[in-house]
């Protein structure tokens, strides 16, 4: 399928490239804040009809250029850090993750605590991850009454943490998340907010609240720290790794250093996947005939097994491309921000210093000359022989892309398929009203509020009964 021309950067000198084209209308002082406020993606998606696959617009005194479309990602994912800096525009995590670690450190110090975690996200890991997923779908599925009612992003920002606590910061904080991990991580959540993210120290009560969970959250890990370093056990999760890591210079990570990485992981993985795990369950309850082909799938791999497995999920196909179409239709995280310190060329367009250069997975997954009929919900498109998924790298970017790609990506799209393999096979769901739209007054974007779904326990003869 076509797509836009190649926008390659080129060796040309600035004095040749022109300037971007600017998006029409607005207000003379705001310039395009109250169109962005109300409805930010049809906005960007009106920039890309009318100026293309670059273009610029204003949000107050603030200048912004929207890369949409494959080649435009291209330009922007594989800029170097000088270039593109997503540190300066991030400062709004520092009261959140603390000093000295992820947008508080250089991309290099990131790159490198990061890198501490990657032990944890091995395939070896990955069949105990897969156990402690299918458990707590489980668990929650027992709770459940024979038939009732559910407010779905509730129960799947529930679902998440209680396995993203398990499997990345262990048993003991699992056992913690009903004694005040759960409100305080709650309370980290409602730090990020429109104002903080111009103001991330005003002292506003949301953020008072952020400041005491994160106290709390420290305690927590501190004395689950002081109890493993005198029980001498290895753990194999994320706190385990990071406790056991050392820096290129052979010191050890402080505990304050170890939280904060810590919650930047669980931030970067459980947030979004309870948004993507809501969107996909809400899709498929309307799409009823592939819904079947999904539970025919799971009989088909796990037959008489009575539980799943690592390897079971990579084989549910049906599934995983469910998931992959609500990441291209309603992804997480509608944009992607970064700061121009350096002047920066695309195509013959010169992107000047000092702007704030951005993609959205929102605009660029509904483009008509890169997915077919792109309103749709058409999980068969990531499939043979369509395979849309597969034109170009960075078609799909519902994860970000190039080095700052999200690492726990694989983990995320597996635990959406578990929760989903379990609860599609102990429990019918119904979407009484409107399908709903998205809430883009959160940064992660969800549906409208509140979105309840009844549920009704299927038949005895389930296959994880």
Known sequence: ?????????????????????ELLGGWALLRHLGEFQKNPV?????????????????????????????????????????????????????????????????????????????????????????????????LFADSLDEEGELDLPVAMNQLTVNIASRCFLGEEVRNEVDAGFAEAYHDLQNGINTLGFFLPRLPIPAHRKRDRARRKVTEIFSRIMRERRLSEAESHDFM??????????????????????????????????AVLA??????????????????????????EAGAISFSGLKQQLQLENAVRECERLHPPLII??????????????????????????????????????????FPDRFAPPASEG?????????????????????????QIKAIWTVLLERFDFFLDSAFPGPNYGSWVTGPQTPCRVRYRSRSQSSVFR
């Open 1 to 21: 399928m076509a797509h836009r021309s190649n926008g390659a950067t080129t060796p040309h000198s600035e004095q040749a490239a022109t300037a971007v084209p």
């Open 42 to 138: 049809s906005m960007l998606e009106r920039g890309s009809r009318e100026l293309g696959d670059l273009y610029q617009f204003q949000l107050g005194p603030q200048n912004f250029v929207l890369f949409a479309g494959p080649d435009a990602h291209t330009a922007y994912f594989k800029a170097p850090d000088d270039q593109l800096d997503a540190k300066s525009v991030y400062q709004f995590t520092v009261p959140i993750f603390g000093r000295g670690v992820a947008y508080d450190v250089s991309p290099e110090l990131m790159s490198e605590q990061l890198g501490f975690l990657f032990p944890a996200l091995r395939e070896s890991a990955m069949e105990r991850f897969a156990r402690i997923m299918f458990e707590e779908s489980n």
């Open 240 to 273: 385990g790794s990071l406790m056991r890591a050392r820096y290129k210079d052979g010191r050890a990570l402080t505990d304050d250093e170890i939280t904060g990485i810590l919650l930047s992981a669980l931030f970067a993985g459980q947030h979004t996947s």
């Open 278 to 303: 809501t969107w996909t369950g809400l899709e498929m309850f309307r799409a009823t005939a592939y819904l079947e082909r999904v539970r025919e799938e799971v009989r088909t791999v796990y037959g």
């Open 336 to 377: 992607l921000i970064r700061k121009v310190l350096k002047p920066m060329r695309y195509r013959d367009r010169l992107v000047p210093a000092g702007t704030l250069a951005m993609v959205s997975p929102a605009v660029s997954h509904r483009l008509p000359e890169v997915f077919a009929n792109p309103e749709r919900f």
């Open 390 to 414: 597969k034109q170009h790298q960075y078609t799909l970017i519902g994860f970000g892309g190039g080095r700052h790609r999200c690492m726990g990506k694989h983990f995320a799209i597996m």
